[in-house]
């Protein structure tokens, strides 16, 4: 009788173990790693005309890098350009 148990629980215990390992292995491979880039980042903005009134601009990290990196762009060469010529004239 305690082989018979002990069979049942054995042949049940060796049917969920792949299932279980199965499914821990598909959820690790359907889980992409998560980006840092593609997490999106939220800022508040005053809103021109109004004390108060804020607005909200969410976009991810790579979005915002990409608009500083222009807006420093476009600011170095305005500096360059009024660098080379007198001013006043």
């Known amino acids: 009788m305690r082989h018979v148990i002990f069979a049942i629980a054995l042949g049940s215990f ?10 821990e292995s598909a959820s690790a491979t359907t ?3 998560a980006d840092p880039d593609q997490k999106i980042k939220c800022r508040k903005i005053e809103v ?7 607005g909200k601009i969410c976009r991810t990290i ?3 890098r990409a608009t500083q990196e222009s807006h420093n762009t476009a600011a170095r060469r ?12």
Not at 14 to 19: Q, R
Not at 48 to 54: D, F, L, P, R, Y
């Open 31 to 33: 889980a992409p790693a």
């Open 14 to 23: 060796v049917s969920v173990a792949p299932v279980a390992a199965n499914n």
């Open 62 to 64: 790579a979005e915002w």
């Open 48 to 54: 021109t005309g109004s004390i108060v009134k804020k």
């Open 78 to 89: 305005m500096v360059e350009d009024n660098t080379g010529r007198p001013s006043g004239q």
